[in-house]
């Protein structure tokens, strides 16, 4: 009876791994870059991606609480994506997105850090860069993890198993992050291209 159970438990436990694995695996493998290309011109495009005011149209994932109002973004700006579903407890985890780099209409730098205050903890970096390709636009972003990468290498120093635990859960942080942007660039791609 009990050899049956425990190869029951047994057979549960590597499906279960392997749907992680499968997981992990499906979340990390586009690697760090999103590319959309959208009918319209870099400056209408650019418009549409650099403005608090039609990002609030686009963002699926959060509401744009500020700057709205002011027209486009500038480096230091600072956008709060409020996402009620970000919540532990009673407090809810907003994450700010800071204007590093903006060079119209070609570069937009994005570094994301919690709002606790924290400056210099910058969780996730996106560079978007449009290029022209024709009559379209297309749109790359590039994602980086430069808290992480930092913990990465100095638990990689010390621990080979910590180092990897810490690569593995910034790729699935990429990953995750990158798959919620393709579908915002995809309505973004919607509204530049006045589709319905």
């Known amino acids: ?7 029951g438990l047994a057979v549960v436990a590597v ?16 690697g760090d870059t999103v590319t959309v290309t959208m009918a319209g011109t870099p ?15 686009w963002i699926a994932s959060a509401k744009v609480t500020r700057p709205l109002g002011q027209g486009m973004l500038a480096v230091g700006d600072t956008l709060v994506l409020d996402d009620p579903g970000r919540q532990i407890g009673a407090t809810r985890q907003n994450m700010d997105w800071v204007v590093k780099q903006i060079d119209p209409p070609y570069l937009l730098v994005l570094a994301m850090r919690p709002d606790t205050g924290q400056v210099n903890s910058i969780l996730m970096q996106r560079r978007d860069s449009l290029v022209v390709v024709g009559d379209s636009t297309t749109v790359i972003s590039t994602f980086t993890t430069p808290y992480m990468d ?9 621990s080979r198993m910590g180092g990897a635990i810490v690569d593995g859960a910034s790729k699935v942080m990429i990953g995750a992050l990158r798959l919620v942007h393709e579908g915002d660039l ?5 509204r530049v291209e006045g589709k319905p």
Not at 44 to 57: E, Y
Not at 153 to 158: F, I, V, W
Not at 186 to 190: A, F, G, I, P, T
């Open 1 to 7: 009876m009990w050899k049956w159970i425990l190869g």
């Open 15 to 30: 499906l279960l791994a392997g749907t992680c694995f499968y997981g992990y695996k499906q979340l990390t493998s586009a």
């Open 43 to 57: 400056e209408r495009v650019f418009a549409s991606l650099a403005t608090p005011d039609s990002m609030a149209g």
């Open 150 to 158: 930092s913990v990465g290498t100095a638990t990689r120093d010390s």
């Open 186 to 190: 995809k309505k973004l791609k919607v």
